[in-house]
């Protein structure tokens, strides 16, 4: 992944303004430090900050087609740029090796249709200069996982900003929206469109279907198979939960299988990454003694991987506080506890030259692991309350996963939110999900990959193959990711919060700010750092906190510790 900014119409002069445009890029060249591109057309700039995955050494952007008069700036890795190249009607002339180019190629054959077609993450613009009126459009990937902004300047609303990150907008735009998910914005008509249209997506149609648990374990291997597109060293995020360990086992055996197959250029999968680097390295992060160091070191070890973990103390990650809603441009409290030790991590993990990672963001939503999902009233607000779930991602799990990565230049890629893996797993009745005392949460994605588990649908070669992961992680309970690095991190939390705000300052929250009242010490300290970074109103607009389903029964604490279900006996 990348960093992108740009400016479509400017209402003054562009040249002139390309030197802020650059400063405003700059901004964000965490995201992207191998190179920086700007292109000025007209009244319009295209900047672009490169992190190289695929094609490393011609993949510098923004993009140009073969007479430059359709130029693209991206940030994203299409996974199935290998079958559009062989869509195409008329054969282009690739100047890349990026995944991204065939981006270019197939607008100038289906225009915006090319959305739909894209299998991968995703934020880019396009500018298409063929006609006297200039032409830009945006996309963003269906769920979410890449992150994007779009600004205006109300005195100009002739004037579309956009960017990787809202700290690129927020000196230059007095309005800031989130870009939403699934959605392209066109010049022509100045409207967002809805392309992504999933089966699922209307909540209130309950799906009826059994689960297929043979198909439910193919299409998620199949969705970490084709994340293994690399040409740079790169690893998984190892935690010891279900999620994090389940892609870890699928990833290692299938960059086995991978290695070990005779290559053949028409694959319809990059392979590369599987091939250059085969054995697969795992990272986890915690406080000394946590939950997820003892697991995670236990899953490694099963595994096999080039195992590295990394301790934080607790003084550590209260300093980077600061930093880390700088990153993330939220006071969410949940995404702010869960985001400081995977911002650590990241860290470790970069120095250690891995540019890319595979993450287990997305299962908890997908099927209900949240601990208060014990609480669901029926099976069908358990679905609703899944599809809500999924459909929000991109206002916390997804800006954790993006934003605490690449603040330094490290990509995380999630298989669980694979639209072909979705489009099963969103599909099977909420009866299958459900859980409750007898039922472990997520069951159905642990007993699909359960070798003992008889409807699992396993071949006898297959069950030669051993187990995917020991029992007692294959059926360990959900720890959220900030209560699983170490139980005393929250409390730390909390107490820090409680020496630096006053119960005075929180008894007057509402005068200090009337908009989203902090109701917490701890809300009010994030919100307090936040608008010192951010201090624009427009920067408000943007943010969406997390909330447990407090009408169900839940704790309002967002920590799984707090829900009454949880079991800290590990």
């Known amino acids: ?5 740009g400016v479509y119409n400017y209402y003054g002069d562009a040249g002139e303004f390309r030197q802020r445009a650059l400063d405003l890029s700059k901004r964000i060249r965490h995201r992207g430090p191998d190179w920086s591109g700007c292109v000025v057309s ?10 190289a995955i695929v094609g490393i050494d011609t993949g510098a952007q923004p993009l ?15 996974y199935n740029h290998k079958q559009l190249e062989k869509q195409l009607k008329t054969p282009a002339q690739f100047k890349t090796h990026s995944d991204c180019e065939v981006i270019l190629h197939m607008y100038q054959e289906i225009g915006t249709d090319v959305c739909a077609k894209l299998d991968g993450m995703f934020s880019w613009a396009l500018l298409d200069t063929r006609t006297a009126e200039s032409r830009l459009v945006i996309a963003r990937d269906p769920i979410g996982i890449t992150t994007l902004y779009i600004g205006r300047v109300s005195a100009h609303p002739e004037t579309v900003f956009f960017s990787s990150e809202l700290k690129s907008l ?9 870009f939403p998910p699934g959605h392209f914005f066109d010049s022509k008509t100045g409207e967002f469109e809805r392309y992504f249209k999933p089966t699922w997506w209307d909540a209130e149609r309950v799906p009826t279907a059994a689960v297929n648990y043979r198909q439910l374990r193919e299409s998620l291997t199949a969705a970490v198979r084709k994340r293994l597109m690399a040409e740079v060293p790169y690893g998984v995020l190892l935690s010891g939960g279900l999620d994090s360990s389940l892609i870890s086992s699928i990833a290692v055996r299938e960059a086995a299988r991978i290695s070990a197959a005779a290559h053949s250029d028409t694959e319809d999968i990059d392979t590369r990454g599987a091939r250059y680097f085969p054995r697969m390295h795992s990272f986890s992060v915690g406080l000394p003694g946590a939950p997820d160091l003892i697991a995670a070191r236990k899953v490694a070890k ?13 003084q550590e990650g209260l300093d980077a506080i600061a930093d880390v809603i700088y990153h993330l441009e939220t006071y969410d409290v949940t995404t702010v506890r869960a985001s400081t030790p995977m911002y650590l991590m990241s860290r470790k993990i970069k120095s250690a030259g891995v540019k890319m990672v595979l993450s287990g963001e997305g299962s908890d939503e997908v099927f209900g692991g949240y601990l208060y999902f014990h609480y669901a009233p029926s099976a069908p607000e358990f679905h609703t309350e899944t599809v809500s779930r999924v459909k929000n991602l991109h206002t916390s799990d997804c800006l954790r996963a993006n934003k605490s990565t690449m603040a330094w230049g490290l990509e995380a890629r999630v298989p669980f939110l694979d639209k072909e893996f979705l489009e099963v797993a969103m599909n099977v009745r909420p009866e299958d999900k459900l859980c409750s005392k007898d039922i472990m949460e997520k069951a159905i994605i642990r007993r699909a990959f359960d070798v003992e588990f008889p409807d699992a649908g ?25 209560d699983g690095v170490g139980y005393s991190w929250i409390d730390s939390l909390k107490a820090q919060a409680d020496a630096r705000v006053s119960d005075a300052a929180l008894a007057a929250a509402a005068e200090r700010f009337p908009v989203d009242t902090p109701e917490t010490k701890e809300a009010y300290l994030y919100r307090e750092i936040f608008e010192q970074h951010f201090p624009q109103p427009a920067c408000l607009q943007s943010v969406v906190r997390w909330v447990p389903r407090t009408d169900w029964g839940c704790s309002a604490d967002p920590s799984g510790r707090a829900q009454k279900i949880h079991d800290k006996a590990y």
């Open 1 to 5: 992944m990348c960093g992108i900014f």
């Open 42 to 51: 007209g009244n319009n700039i295209m900047c672009h900050e490169r992190l």
């Open 64 to 78: 140009t087609n073969e007479d430059e008069t359709i130029v693209l700036t991206v940030n994203c890795e299409i």
């Open 170 to 178: 927020n000196d230059e735009c007095d309005i800031i929206e989130e």
């Open 302 to 314: 099963f595994l096999k991987t080039a195992h590295h973990e990394y301790t934080y103390t607790v």
């Open 458 to 482: 396993f071949t006898p070669e297959e069950l030669a193959q051993g187990p995917y992961l020991p029992r007692d992680v294959l059926w360990r309970q959900k720890e959220k990711f900030s």
